[in-house]
C-alpha cells in the first residue's frame, strides 16, 4: 500500500473509533467534570458505590433513570448505608440524564 494511503486509512479508523467511543468518553469527562470521581469510581466503591454496582442494581428497575437523575440533584441517604449523596443542584437535569444513562448502560 502506498505511504499516502496507509496513513489516510489510518486516519479514517481512528475517526470511527472516536465516534463509537465518543459519548463515553464525553460521559466520563462530564462525570469529572462535575466531581462525581471525588466519591464514586467505575469499578470500586470509594466513598460512594462503583458506577458498577450502581447499575448492577438498577438493571432490572424500570424506573431507574428518574430515581437516579433525582438522586444526583437532591441527594439521599439509606439505599448504600448511612452515609449520605449530597445534592448536586448545579448539575443540570440533562446533565444528570447524560451521567445516569452512561452509568446504567456504559454508553
Known amino acids: 500500500m502506498h505511504p499516502t494511503a496507509a496513513r489516510a486509512t489510518v486516519r479514517l479508523l481512528a475517526a470511527g ?3 463509537i467511543a465518543g459519548p463515553a468518553l464525553a460521559s466520563a469527562e462530564l ?3 462535575r466531581n462525581c470521581n471525588a466519591c464514586h469510581a467505575p469499578e470500586k466503591k470509594l466513598i460512594g ?3 458498577k454496582d450502581i447499575a448492577a442494581k438498577y438493571a432490572s428497575d424500570a424506573n431507574a433513570q428518574a430515581k437516579l ?3 444526583v440533584r437532591e441527594g439521599g441517604v439509606g439505599v448504600w448505608g448511612q ?3 449530597p445534592a448536586n443542584p448545579q ?3 440533562d446533565e ?3 451521567l445516569v444513562k452512561w452509568i446504567l448502560t456504559g454508553r
Open 31 to 33: 462525570a469529572r467534570a
Open 69 to 71: 437523575v433525582r438522586k
Open 96 to 98: 444528570a440524564g447524560t
Open 17 to 19: 473509533l472516536a465516534l
Open 49 to 51: 458505590p462503583s458506577f
Open 91 to 93: 448539575v443540570t437535569v
Open 83 to 85: 452515609i449520605p449523596m
